[in-house]
């Protein structure tokens, strides 16, 4: 297999609420992971990344720890705000047998919706 | 430090009508540079990739075309746009070389609508 899976959106918090995102992933290898996020009308920033296993990654109050018994890296926020409402993309690099190692494999987006 | 710039930011052009979306990075030399096509509500789909002048990848069929005429400058073109070629078209780059593992940086975006 050669994917990334999120969790469908939209996903729907109360401002304050525990965040959580899955992404899973299928891999022969360890492959860096990413958080983007894409804010309505914008380009997609990095949100944060995960370069091999038990990593974990953060950035801004968001989490993601790198998990290669269970192959995800799910992306966790604590105390979410109105301003975090946004799309989130989970992706991995190719590898480098595939002759494509510089490009990524992106999961869906999941639509993050924050009401006040 | 490195910028990407797109231009234009929104387009709205008539079925059969030529595009050009020039995107251009500073900052940084022998970048890989990508385009992203994503249909509103959807993810991302990759359109072209470069790893340097001249050197195009395809990664899906189409009426679109992309080229690279110089180190940080990454040009998507149509002849004749279809009303499926709207959406919002991404450009980002990489850096080349001994770090091609590395994350990739996203431009601001146009918005392109086929009428």
């Known amino acids: 297999g050669n994917s990334v899976t999120q969790m469908e959106g939209p996903v729907t918090l109360s401002e304050e609420a525990f965040l959580t995102i899955n992404c899973t992933y299928t891999?022969?290898?360890?492959?860096?992971l990413f958080w983007y996020v894409q804010y309505p009308g914008e380009g997609l920033q990095l949100l944060l990344k995960a370069t091999k296993a038990d990593d974990k990654g953060s950035n801004k109050g968001f989490e993601a720890t790198y998990r290669k018994e269970t192959t995800s890296f799910h992306l966790e926020k604590g105390s979410v705000q109105v301003s975090d409402s946004a799309v989130y993309f989970c992706a991995r690099h190719r590898r480098q047998e595939q002759g494509s190692n510089y490009q990524l494999i992106w999961g869906a987006g999941t639509k993050l919706i924050i009401k006040p | 430090s490195q910028t990407i710039h797109q231009w234009p930011a929104t387009l709205v052009q008539p079925v059969g009508s030529p595009l050009s979306l020039e995107c251009t990075v500073e900052?940084?030399?022998?970048?890989?540079l990508y385009w992203y096509r994503q249909a509103a509500g959807r993810g991302l789909q990759l359109l072209f990739y470069s790893v340097g002048i001249g050197q195009i990848s395809s990664e899906v069929p189409q009426n679109l075309s992309a080229s690279r005429p110089q180190d940080r400058q990454f040009i998507l073109s149509s002849k004749k746009l279809l009303l499926s070629d709207s959406g919002f078209y991404l450009c980002?780059?990489?850096?080349?070389?001994?770090?091609?593992?590395?994350?990739?940086?996203f431009g601001p975006g146009t918005r392109l609508t086929v009428l």
């Open positions: 900052g940084t030399s022998n970048p890989n």
């Open positions: 980002a780059w990489s850096p080349g070389g001994p770090n091609r593992y590395n994350e990739q940086f």
């Open positions: 891999a022969t290898g360890y492959p860096s």
